[in-house]
Every structure is written in structure tokens, then in C-alpha cells.
């Protein structure tokens, strides 16, 4: 019994001896993630910026291309192992040079800040958003009623002509919510996710000349536009590895993706509801839709934003007002007698609607 006892008060004084070493230990992570907290949010370059006014803690409203503080909080273990002091005493790139400039930190003070990277979440939160003041007034002109009803049954103050004034508005605004979300249901005009890697239309398209086509090739030959892979931006990036505005750091997470062979989890935008049909080579290459009628001036966009609500009404919008382009040998070997008719002068033009554009088979079967 007495080796049995031995061992068990042996026991306990370890676990009291280790409960207060590891709560010393925690206290000096928090203290060392607080103090690194404070260098991030104070530490100024030679231009006066800290890095928290680049590297945002919360997801803006348009790309910043300087990598996020949880984006670098991901790459905390790389920072300890490698130190992060290199990135301001000998950095790597134009732009981080430019950024980086006038910026000095100590060995204790790279512990700190890399003690404070490591505690972030790996995603930036969003903005709040503003107040849903549609569903306030909605669930108010409820209670409102609910309230006129109790007050006429309880108290009975309010003058009948009042009554009679208040409750078909309030009804009425009801309806109005109602019929207007019901409307808008499914559809995300505006919608504009911020997406893995921050991925510029603007300088691809318009800056550097990249046609839609080198991307998207499946607008010549199916129904999907398609996404690039990642070796189709390596072709690329393989010898430019340093962006013009995000220096090296999104690059990055496109050539790790193509060295680990890991598709990137783009977010799509665009999005027709899974009874719809459309097929993008029926549009631009036989109809010659360009891609600005369904997708904006995407070469003008840094951020990729839906621009239209693409509800059925758009669509048929559009079909009642296109002309067919009887040029096309497409139109010419499908609708002879619509040519014959054009060409005698019985038809001054053809719409998209006369020939089966308006038939609900067409999108949805």
C-alpha cells in the first residue's frame, strides 16, 4: 500500500507543480500576443502608415491589395520559423520596398507581433451591414395592428375615422414588402463576394490586353463560360511572380495552388437558377452578344460585380428587342423562310422573340 500512496501523492504534486507552469505559460503568450497587438497598430513606416492601415482587419468594401492581418496570421508558423524582421530590414519586391520603408523592429518585437498574427481568425469578418430596415418596417406594421386591435378592444380612444385611415396603410405597406421580395426572390443584382485570391479584371483585361476568350473558352463551344485552372495563370505567372498592385503575396497562393495541385475555390458570381437554361455559345458566338450586355464592363472591374438581376423578364427584354443577324449561316439554314421574307421585303427585321424566344421549352425543359 505504501509504494501505491507514494505514487499517487507523487501524482498530484506533478499536476500541481504543472497547472501553474502552464497557466504562467498562457499568460505569457497573452502578454506577448497584447504587446504585439500594440506594435501592429502603431508601428508607422516613413510615411506615417501603420500596419493595420494597410493590412485591414476587417474585409472592405473593395479590394485592398495588401494582404490582410488574418492572412498573414495564416502564415504565422512560416513567420516563426523564418523570423518576419526580414520582411522590413531586406524586403523582397518594388512595392513592399516602397511599403515597408522607414520601418524598424526589434527581436523581442518580432516575437510579439508574430505571438498577435497567430491569434487571428483565418478570415477577415465583414463589415456589419446596414439595418434591415425593410423587415423592421414589416414585422412593425404588425405589431402595429396587433396593437390598434388590442387598444380598440381595451381602451377604445382612438376616433373610428382614424381607424379607418391608419389600418388599410398599414396593410397596404404589408403588401407592397411582400410583393416586392417576392419579386427580388433568387436574384443578387450587385452581389460582388470577395473571392480566394484578389484577382483583377481591370489590369488583366484592359492593362495587359488578355481577351475574355484565353480565359473563358467555353463561351465558343458550350454552355459554360468556364473558370481558368491554375495552369492557365501559370503560363503567366510562372516567369511574373510579382503583381503591380499586391506585390507578391496573392501570386503566391496561385503558384503554391499549382505546385500542390489544388484547385483554387473561386466564388461564383453569376448564378441562374437550376430550372433555367442558357448557353453561352448559343449567345456570343451564333447570336453575337457581347459580354458587357449580361456582365457589365468587367474590364473596368478590380472587384467582379453582377450588374444585371438576369430575372426571366430581363431576359425576354432582351429577346423582344435584338434583331436576328441573318448574316450568320446558322440563322440562314434554320429559318429559310424568314430569310425569303427579309429579302422580299415582307419583314423589315426578325426579333429574337420570333423565333422561339419567348417559348418557356426554350429555357426551361
Not at 38 to 59: D, P, V, W
Amino acid at each position: 500500500m505504501i509504494p501505491i500512496q507514494k505514487t499517487a501523492l507523487l501524482a498530484v504534486l506533478s499536476v500541481l507543480l504543472i497547472i501553474p507552469v502552464r497557466g504562467q505559460d498562457s499568460d505569457n503568450a497573452s502578454a506577448k500576443a497584447s504587446a504585439g497587438e500594440k506594435i501592429f497598430m502603431r508601428l508607422a513606416n516613413s510615411q506615417g502608415k501603420t500596419c493595420a492601415e494597410c493590412h485591414y482587419l476587417l474585409e472592405p468594401d473593395t479590394i485592398n491589395w495588401n494582404p490582410s492581418a488574418m492572412d498573414m496570421g495564416s502564415r504565422a508558423g512560416l513567420y516563426s520559423e523564418k523570423g518576419i524582421a526580414i520582411y522590413f530590414t531586406s524586403p523582397e519586391g518594388d512595392l513592399m520596398k516602397e511599403a515597408h520603408k522607414g520601418y524598424s523592429i526589434s527581436a523581442d518585437e518580432e516575437k510579439e507581433l508574430i505571438a498577435y498574427l497567430s491569434t487571428l481568425e483565418d478570415s477577415p469578418p465583414m463589415e456589419a451591414g446596414h439595418v434591415r430596415w425593410r423587415l423592421i418596417v414589416f414585422v412593425g406594421m404588425f405589431l402595429f395592428l396587433i396593437l390598434l386591435g388590442v387598444e380598440k378592444r381595451r381602451l377604445g380612444k382612438i376616433p373610428k375615422t382614424v381607424r379607418l385611415m391608419v389600418r388599410p396603410l398599414a396593410w397596404a405597406v404589408i403588401l407592397v414588402i411582400m410583393f416586392q421580395d417576392a419579386v427580388g426572390f433568387n436574384r443578387s443584382k450587385n452581389y460582388e463576394p470577395v473571392q480566394p485570391v484578389k484577382f483583377s479584371h481591370s489590369i488583366h483585361a484592359t492593362d495587359n490586353q488578355i481577351d475574355c476568350q484565353f480565359c473563358h473558352s467555353g463561351v465558343l463551344k458550350g454552355k459554360n463560360a468556364g473558370i481558368p485552372p491554375v495552369s492557365l495563370c501559370m503560363n503567366c505567372h510562372k516567369h511574373q511572380n510579382e503583381g503591380t498592385r499586391s506585390g507578391f503575396f496573392e501570386l503566391r497562393k496561385v503558384i503554391q495552388a499549382a505546385e500542390d495541385s489544388i484547385p483554387i475555390r473561386w466564388i461564383r458570381v453569376h448564378n441562374l437558377p437550376d430550372f433555367s437554361y442558357f448557353n453561352h455559345m448559343q449567345h456570343f458566338r451564333v447570336g453575337g452578344i457581347e459580354c458587357v450586355t449580361c456582365h457589365g464592363e468587367v474590364e473596368n472591374m478590380h472587384v467582379i460585380k453582377q450588374t444585371e438581376d438576369l430575372s426571366m423578364g430581363w431576359c425576354i427584354d432582351c429577346h423582344d428587342k435584338t434583331k436576328v443577324d441573318f448574316s450568320n449561316e446558322y440563322y440562314k439554314h434554320y429559318y429559310p423562310a424568314l430569310l425569303d421574307s427579309l429579302q422580299i421585303g415582307k419583314l423589315d427585321s426578325v426579333m429574337v422573340s420570333d423565333i422561339m424566344g419567348r417559348e418557356c421549352g426554350v429555357c426551361h425543359y
